[in-house]
């Protein structure tokens, strides 16, 4: 495997912070009642559905006719999900910059609703305006780990496997894009994947 030229982001927990707590925990005033209502409904396995690119009023209807005492709440998950992103991985910012500065392509594949992500992306205009391009699942309808995801955002951004760096910190989607021959890296902290980085040439 030749050495790698560009870098392919994940957003959420490589970039930023994702945290559903933060949107519900100044309405919900009692842990245990929060924790019940973040694991049993508005759960990640039902929001991974936005992700995969269903619209958050089918999602949001069928949820409240399972919960309509929650009616109300379930409704905010949509307008105010910014909330849950409530800020950059320490660190990261710094390595999208240097990259930036030294003229290595930098993009990004995500797994984000499509309907979400443009209020997000124009929040944090002044990071992603460094990004070449990024492929996000909710508008393709492909998530990671699917191999297609992969293929297309190679394609897309015009690269061979071998000329990019992937980071993610979710090991099944790592793995995926290795099997597509990407160098990929498991996402712990942003000084260890600096160090990679590094070793790599990138920075």
Request: no cysteine.
């Amino acid at each position: 495997m030749g050495a790698p030229s560009a870098v392919i982001f994940d957003v959420g927990n490589v970039l930023y912070h994702w945290e559903p707590r933060r949107l519900f925990e100044r309405l919900i005033d009692d842990d245990r009642a929060l924790d019940a209502f973040l694991d049993e409904v508005v759960t990640k396995a039902w929001h991974f559905q936005h992700d995969a690119g269903r619209p958050f009023a089918e999602t949001s209807a069928e949820l409240a006719s399972l919960h309509p005492q929650h009616a109300d709440l379930i409704a905010l998950w949509g307008p105010e999900f910014n909330q849950t992103l409530p800020g950059p991985i320490e660190g990261m910012p710094e390595i999208v910059a240097d990259l930036d500065a030294r003229g290595v392509p930098i993009y990004g594949i995500t797994n984000f609703s499509g309907e979400f992500w443009p209020p997000f992306r124009d929040r944090e205009a002044a990071l992603f305006d460094r990004f070449r391009d990024i492929v996000v699942s909710g508008d393709e309808g492909l998530v990671k780990p699917d191999p297609a995801i992969y293929a297309l955002a190679l394609k897309r951004f015009g690269l061979a496997g071998p000329d990019a760096v992937f980071v993610d910190d979710v090991p099944a989607n790592v793995e995926a894009a290795a099997a597509a021959g990407i160098h990929a890296l498991l996402f712990t902290d942003a000084p260890s994947f600096r160090a990679e980085l590094e070793r790599l040439g990138l920075l």
